[in-house]
């Protein structure tokens, strides 16, 4: 079965420091989404992207965050100056289009801010 | 408004019994409502999904109760076994393609 694949699984930075993070959506998929779960609770929308553009964003996607779609198969979230705040872990997913199709989720990368 | 309230946090189930959790909404805009697992170091995975024009759906050992009146559903897990040990999302959307609401989570544990 097609997977969204994430890298890295594990990510530590300093704090101030830049950090992207890269998918590989499902081939065929249109919609791709990042969001993020920080330890021990719910899983928080980030953004969506489709047709090259941000759909929609939370208040979370601040100016710090970019979604970019560099090529035709990756699918990048970068941090410009992380926080200690944007330790989390944080999920890809895509989706096609049409009424029965879920979105996939990636098993994520763990960011650790020190 | 957006908000999926879930509910228990946590639950202990005997091998065999019924696993039962529940959740609640608020946007009547919502359309489209996944349930989710997550195992450990994993992404979360799409369980079984309902849409509100359906009042139960059944895929196994699981089924989904869905009262659009009440804006309530829940999961059932029949014959609940060790490996149904994880952590279950109950979810909204709008559309299938929109972002996805998630509850807090109920973290389940299946004793032998």
């Known amino acids: 079965e097609p997977e969204v694949t994430q890298t890295p699984s594990h990510q530590v930075t300093q704090m101030g420091q830049e950090v992207i993070l890269r998918c590989v959506p499902i081939s065929n998929h249109l919609y791709f989404y990042w969001y993020r779960q920080i330890l021990g609770q719910k899983v928080e929308f980030l953004v969506s992207f489709y047709n090259n553009e941000i759909s929609e964003k939370s208040e979370i996607f601040d100016d710090q965050f970019s979604v970019e779609r560099p090529d035709g198969s990756n699918f990048t979230l970068k941090i410009r100056s992380t926080k200690l705040e944007d330790s989390a872990m944080y999920f890809c997913a895509s989706s096609d289009t049409g009424s029965d199709q879920p979105q996939h989720f990636g098993d994520g990368t763990r960011l650790s801010i020190l | ?112």
Request: proline share 7%; charged share 15%; with cysteine.
């Open chain 2, 1 to 112: 408004q957006q908000q999926v309230k879930q509910s228990p946090q946590s639950l202990i189930v005997q091998k065999g019994g019924i696993s039962i959790i529940n959740c609640a909404y608020e946007n009547t805009a919502f359309d489209y409502f996944p349930w989710y697992q997550q195992f450990p170091g994993k992404g979360p995975a799409l369980l079984i999904a309902i849409r509100p024009d359906v009042s139960e759906k059944k895929e196994g050992r699981f089924t989904i109760s869905f009262n659009k009146s009440a804006k309530q559903f829940s999961l059932h897990i029949m014959d609940s076994q060790p490996g149904d040990s994880a952590t279950y999302f109950c979810a909204a959307s709008t559309r299938q393609w929109d972002k996805v609401i998630f509850g807090p989570g109920t973290s389940l544990s299946v004793i032998p």
